[in-house]
């Protein structure tokens, strides 16, 4: 979310995080086989929009969807299967064109947030690199005509990645690559990048877009107190927009939603949404998995998007 405590205000320069050095390259690499189709028997695994909220998810018993991530490998969420790496699509990293991060070794932690208890940065999410799946998706992006899409090689997770995933697989066992996001693109793009990696879902890859459904950081109020209307509307349209299968509504949302602008700002914390829900197909399956609020105005609602079989 890129948040600050809500009694401070967001710095412009705060917004992008800060490149970290990458591990060390004399790590064993992990075995993946992203890359790899899955055993006819296995099924196609379903895409997910996360609302990864407040950094302080990590360490915050009290957020009420933290409990939600936590059950995550517990309640099967996206299946039996374990993915064989996760390809994450988030809103903290954004870019002129795709770009993927080319990691061999440990990903390093980026603490892209400030004004927050010493103990979050002291925090690490050392996944594996998935370099193999990072050179999948620019594959895939550059058949799709999504190209040129760069190597990045020095940068590690942002929290929009590590965050929710310490939380869903505390083990820190499987190979991840992150995936940028275009503010100056719209929904409708995304949803197509979206649409060319949807072979990944095939090959065991986990498709994660962590964003926020409403995110307005200078509008947040205490927590406890009710959403205000403009964050209701837009989160309950956003909702029935994707249980009703209007997806070209929400490829239009900035035309179509009440209160979009005051909802979303900026665009990047709602694209990392188009980009899994276009990964699942045209006529996929949206599924609300999660919903509950907190600073009164932040949602952290999530879906799941199943393809039609």
């Known amino acids: 979310m890129g948040q ?66 936590q059950s995550w490998l517990p309640a099967a969420v996206a299946g039996s299967e374990r993915p064989r790496a996760i390809l994450i699509v988030s809103a903290h990293w954004e870019t002129a064109t795709p770009a993927v991060i080319v990691v061999r070794g440990a990903n390093d932690t980026i603490h892209d947030f400030y004004g927050f208890p010493k103990s979050m940065y002291q925090l690490k999410y050392p996944a594996p690199g998935a370099p193999d799946l990072a050179k999948r998706t620019k594959e895939l992006l550059e058949q799709g005509g999504f190209g040129p899409v760069k190597e990045d090689r020095s940068r590690g997770l942002d929290h929009g990645a590590w965050v929710p995933l310490m939380l869903m697989y505390p083990d820190a066992d499987i190979p991840v690559c992150q995936l940028s996001v275009q503010p100056d693109r719209d929904a ?44 209701s509307d837009f989160d309950t349209w956003l909702k029935d927009s994707l249980l009703g299968g209007r997806y070209d509504d929400v490829n239009r949302y900035e035309e179509k939603a009440p209160n ?50």
């Open 4 to 69: 600050t405590h809500s009694q401070a205000k967001p710095k412009p320069e705060d917004r992008h995080a800060t490149p970290q050095p990458r591990a060390d390259d004399h790590h064993q690499e992990h075995p993946e086989a992203a890359t790899g189709r899955r055993p006819p028997a296995a099924p196609a695994m379903d895409t997910f929009f996360l609302s990864h909220g407040s950094p302080t998810l990590s360490i915050d018993e009290a957020i009420p969807a933290r409990s939600f991530f």
């Open 188 to 231: 409708a793009y995304h949803y197509n990048l979206g649409r060319a990696l949807a072979p990944l879902r095939e090959e065991g890859v986990l498709v994660l877009g962590s964003g926020s459904a409403t995110h307005n950081l200078r509008k947040m109020g205490p927590s406890g107190s009710p959403p205000p209307q403009w964050a």
């Open 260 to 309: 979009a602008k005051t909802a979303h700002p900026r665009p990047e914390h709602l694209y990392p949404l188009h980009v899994a829900l276009g990964a699942a197909g045209d006529e996929s399956k949206a599924e609300l998995i999660h919903s509950s609020w907190t600073n009164a105005s932040l949602s952290y609602a999530s879906y799941r998007f199943t393809a039609k079989n």
